[in-house]
């Protein structure tokens, strides 16, 4: 199968959106731009479709072995988390600035993107995160787990719940695990209309974001052109869509109508209409953005800590001083920052972590999914 150069880009538009959804709250920006990038949780539900088709291809490749398929998991999520969730802890108590920023109301969001209290649950808060488990607690438990310390990595504990479940229904095959998917979400749904707040769960419950991972499992039936794909797919985004009305707000529809645009620009890539998307998506710019996402998604937030702090000093309460030095700074900075750990962490990591799984695979190594299976 081809590689999904298309797909490549919209990693990096996405990364790139989040990066100036947290950006534009610190900035005395017109409330019509604070509006237009305000859609990030959006776009990381378009994250986890472009995961539900990566991870079943990847698992495909691994032959649904669980040694290769953790490991290589592994060498792509930690060795860039946990330098950058190090930083983030040791910056907790930095100041945000906000003292001198006087157009940053208690209201305005950059108050919840920049947080400087330390967690009084801070030891199992910080070990939550280390074993990638703080999507799991309801707000009873541990309230706000989900976004301490490195707010960004809410999602990564949903990846790999996705990633555990994924594993395990690998040998029923990919509409098995699609229908699975479809069922915790509409349970997801279900528990989120029907429980008292204290024991409802965040978005980095995987039931919450079950449906926008089976989209994606059901993308590679289009992708790969088989027989009934199209039909399949038809049937999942109407499921999709029926979730997602349950919220009540038109904004999360975005995900899946967003999707179904983009897979359309990667399959009939001379259709009309969709050329112009296609060849954006192609283009250089947006395939480098997409290698470096990853960095860029988790680098934004504590850069723009040090950065708010530091430069709310200088502008001294000038709205129009800040802005001037922060909107250029508070992009380039991030992206620049994560292409150096692109090249020097992330990529080393990632050959290194390849060549382990094809080394254990190779020699027999741990038992795959399907020997677990006969030993339960």
Request: charged fraction near 15%.
């Amino acid at each position: 199968m081809k590689r999904l150069e298309c797909l490549d880009g919209l990693r990096g538009m996405l990364a790139v959106y989040v990066l100036l959804g947290h950006m534009a709250p610190f900035a005395a920006l017109p409330d019509a731009v604070q509006s237009l990038v305000s859609h990030g949780g959006a776009a990381v539900d378009l994250f986890f479709v472009l995961s539900g088709l990566v991870i079943v291809k990847a698992l495909d490749r691994a032959g649904g072995r669980a040694d290769a398929f953790l490991i290589a998991r592994a060498a792509r999520i930690f060795p860039v988390f946990l330098p950058v969730f190090a930083v983030s802890v040791a910056l907790q108590v930095w100041s945000c600035g906000f003292g001198a920023m006087p157009w940053v109301g208690l209201d305005n969001a950059a108050r919840s993107i920049c947080v400087t209290a330390w967690p009084r649950t801070w030891l199992p808060e910080i070990l939550a995160h280390l074993t990638m488990t703080h999507g799991l607690f309801p707000k009873a438990v541990l309230p706000d787990v989900w976004v301490s310390f490195l707010g960004s990595t809410w999602s990564l504990s949903t990846e790999w719940q996705f990633y555990i479940l994924a594993l395990l229904l690998h040998p029923a095959g990919r509409r098995r695990l699609v229908w699975v998917l479809l069922a915790m979400a509409a349970a997801g749904a279900a528990w989120r209309l029907s429980v008292p707040e204290p024991w409802q769960f965040s978005r980095a419950f995987l039931p919450n974001k079950a449906h926008f991972f089976a989209l994606g499992v059901a993308s590679l039936g289009v992708v790969r052109s088989e027989a009934g794909g199209l039909r399949r797919y038809g049937i999942v985004l109407t499921a999709v869509v029926a979730v997602c009305a349950t919220h009540g707000t038109l904004g999360r529809l975005l995900p899946p109508l967003a999707w179904t645009l983009c897979l359309a620009a990667q399959m009939r890539p001379d259709a009309f209409g969709l050329r112009w998307a296609g060849l954006f998506l192609r283009s250089r710019v947006a395939a480098y953005l997409g290698a470096i996402s990853y960095c860029v998604y988790l680098v934004n937030e504590p850069i723009h800590k040090v950065l708010s702090g530091a430069l709310s000093g200088v502008a001294d309460g000038d709205a129009v001083l800040f802005t001037f030095m922060w909107v250029p700074a508070s992009i380039l900075l991030p992206i620049g920052v994560s292409a150096w750990l692109h090249w020097h962490l992330e990529l080393p990591a990632l050959r290194w972590g390849r060549s382990l799984a094809q080394s254990v695979a190779a020699r027999g190594g741990l038992p795959g999914r399907a020997d677990w299976s006969r030993r339960i």
